[in-house]
């Protein structure tokens, strides 16, 4: 739905969003990583017209963090995910709503495996440094 629809301005917030990195078991730079990881989606999200699908997103971002702090505790994605916005900055500035579409799907999939493989490889994950201000 963004697809044509991000301004220069935003495309340089964009960019500067996929600068973003973190060392794994350094929960306060996951914790930063994810604040602009986050921030890059809902942009897009926000670029849509559909105020709903940004709430939504929002809020299933939000949600969805805790367990991203897993993942991202265990394995350095920064590369990865970069390469990932940078191809859905592309689809978008072409345009192409169907590339856009597939690249944030796949990366839905890609995190929901970090998360899995995470779990499933590491020791318990109580032993895990794992930052969750406000959340008890």
């Known amino acids: 739905l963004?697809?044509?629809?991000?301004?220069?301005?935003?495309?340089?917030?964009?960019?500067?969003?996929?600068?973003a990195r973190y060392s794994p078991g350094d929960p306060e730079s996951a914790e930063k990583f994810l604040a602009s990881n986050r921030e890059f989606h809902l942009l897009i999200a926000r670029r849509s017209g559909n105020a709903r699908l940004a709430a939504m997103l929002e809020?299933?971002?939000?949600?969805?963090?805790?367990?991203?702090?897993?993942?991202?505790?265990?394995?350095?994605?920064?590369?990865?995910?970069?390469?990932?916005?940078?191809?859905?900055?592309?689809a978008l500035v072409a345009g192409d709503s169907v590339e856009a579409a597939r690249i944030a799907a796949e990366q839905v999939a890609d995190s929901f495996r970090m998360v899995r493989d995470a779990i499933l490889s590491s020791d318990p994950v109580d032993t895990?440094?794992?930052?969750l201000d406000g959340l008890a």
Request: glycine share 4%; hydrophobic share 45%; charged share 25%.
């Open 2 to 19: 963004a697809a044509g629809q991000v301004a220069v301005d935003e495309l340089t917030q964009l960019d500067a969003a996929c600068q």
């Open 59 to 90: 809020q299933l971002m939000m949600e969805s963090e805790r367990l991203l702090h897993i993942g991202l505790a265990l394995r350095d994605r920064t590369e990865e995910i970069s390469h990932e916005h940078h191809c859905l900055i592309d």
């Open 128 to 131: 895990l440094s794992i930052r």
